[in-house]
């Protein structure tokens, strides 16, 4: 038999995963998508005091595409703004115990996610973002700029 390509806790992840769903009153709200595999992430972030006391998603995608946005909730639960600012998308496949080579984008995804939703908090409170938004070109490698 072939060898199972995703982790089982990859696979826990997909089968049950873990924040399903939207926060009505959401501090920050993220959608990312990916153009070539068509996945689209949403993520909402509640956060009060500079903690994150809650996270959900809404991902529209493949098994990976669900298990990282499971992860990374799960991930930034409890943690205050500046700490859910380091979660990387390595981070978020090593915590899932890996992920094939051809879905890690989908980990990148996540990243992008909460960073959007990060990126919304703060434009909703009136602070300055306190970072850069990763540009990852998903096709050719080469801006049109």
Do not use: W
């Not at 915590?95 to 996610?113: D, I």
């Amino acid at each position: 038999m072939a060898e199972q390509p995703y982790s089982e806790k990859v696979m826990d992840h997909f089968m049950n995963p873990r924040n399903v769903g939207e926060i009505p009153n959401a501090s920050g709200i993220g959608t990312v998508g990916n153009p070539v595999c068509g996945d689209v992430m949403k993520m909402y972030l509640l956060v009060e005091d500079e903690v994150i006391v809650d996270a959900k998603f809404k991902t529209f995608g493949c098994g990976a595409a669900i298990s990282t946005s499971s992860m990374v909730t799960d991930m930034v639960k409890g943690k205050t703004i500046t700490e859910a600012l380091t979660i990387t998308n390595k981070a978020v496949a090593e915590a899932l115990g890996g992920l094939p080579t051809v879905k890690m984008h989908c980990s990148v995804l996540a990243e992008e996610a909460l960073r959007s939703a990060l990126k919304d908090y703060f434009v909703k409170i009136g602070k300055p973002v306190p970072f850069e938004e990763k540009q990852h070109s998903h096709e050719h490698g080469h801006d049109s700029r």
